[in-house]
């Protein structure tokens, strides 16, 4: 199974921006939805965001909306997610994955693929 690759984390003051990019597996029936994910230090693993190839129909988790951002460039198999106002409880390591639809998504669901490597975003007061 392809890992998605995810990419942009970083280091960024409260306040700041950073935009990730996730290269994802090839898209098929299967694999219409694609998320953004969460893990902070010792916490369990959190939906953010997600986005339909087709429409482009987005969903987000309360915590980011009119913060965070979903978008996807077919051509390129890619999903960002650009995040303004990061806030300190948003450091965490970021990672993408796919599914049919948002529900999966949303419970982290046993049909999701196989997880990357993640990218890092640290927010420092």
């Known amino acids: 199974q392809v890992q998605p690759v995810e990419s942009g984390g970083g280091l960024v003051q409260t306040g700041g921006s950073l935009r990730l990019s996730c290269v994802a597996p090839e898209r098929t029936f299967s694999t219409n939805a694609v998320g953004w994910f969460r893990q902070a230090p010792g916490k369990e693993r959190e939906f953010v965001a997600g986005?339909?190839?087709?429409?482009?129909?987005?969903t987000y988790v309360n915590s980011v909306k009119g913060r965070f951002t979903i978008s996807r460039d077919n051509a390129k198999n890619t999903v960002y997610l650009q995040m303004n106002s990061l806030k300190s409880e948003d450091t965490a390591a970021y990672y993408c994955n796919a599914a049919s639809s948002f529900a999966p998504l949303r419970i982290l669901g046993s049909e999701l693929g196989s997880w990357g490597q993640g990218t890092q975003v640290t927010v420092s007061s």
């Open positions: 986005i339909t190839w087709g429409s482009g129909t987005t």
